[in-house]
């Protein structure tokens, strides 16, 4: 069974760093592409970086570019959001998302919020 939890979420001030992780299980990790998408209140679920599942090239949206990096540590069944140069329109709540065949896996999301 696939599990995809985050963490790392929390409060910070504008121009801060956070590091998200989500910790991935049920599947063989390093065959898949992973994903990071956020929820602003009020809006819908949008992209924010891709990473594949071994080599290849690392995707972001264009809001983000610059200043967050995803990586992955295949051993540790791992991926992580590094967020620097934080603003208050990057709050939300951050899904570690994974497609599994024709079957999409969202983990439970960690929330972000960046205010002063």
């Known amino acids: 069974q696939v599990h995809l939890v985050e963490s790392g979420g929390g409060l910070v001030q504008p121009g801060g760093s956070l590091r998200l992780s989500c910790a991935a299980s049920?599947?063989?990790?390093?065959?898949?592409?992973m994903s990071w998408y956020r929820q602003a209140p009020g809006k819908e679920r949008e992209f924010v970086a891709r990473?594949?599942?071994?080599?290849?090239?690392?995707t972001y949206s264009d809001s983000v570019k610059g200043r967050f990096t995803t990586s992955r540590d295949n051993a540790e069944r791992t991926v992580y959001l590094q967020m620097n140069s934080l603003k208050p329109e990057d709050t939300g709540v951050y899904y570690c998302?994974?497609?599994?065949?024709?079957?999409?896996?969202w983990g439970q999301g960690t929330q972000v919020t960046v205010s002063s």
């Open positions: 049920g599947f063989t990790f390093s065959n898949y592409a």
């Open positions: 998302y994974l497609r599994w065949g024709l079957l999409d896996y």
């Open positions: 990473i594949p599942g071994t080599g290849g090239t690392t």
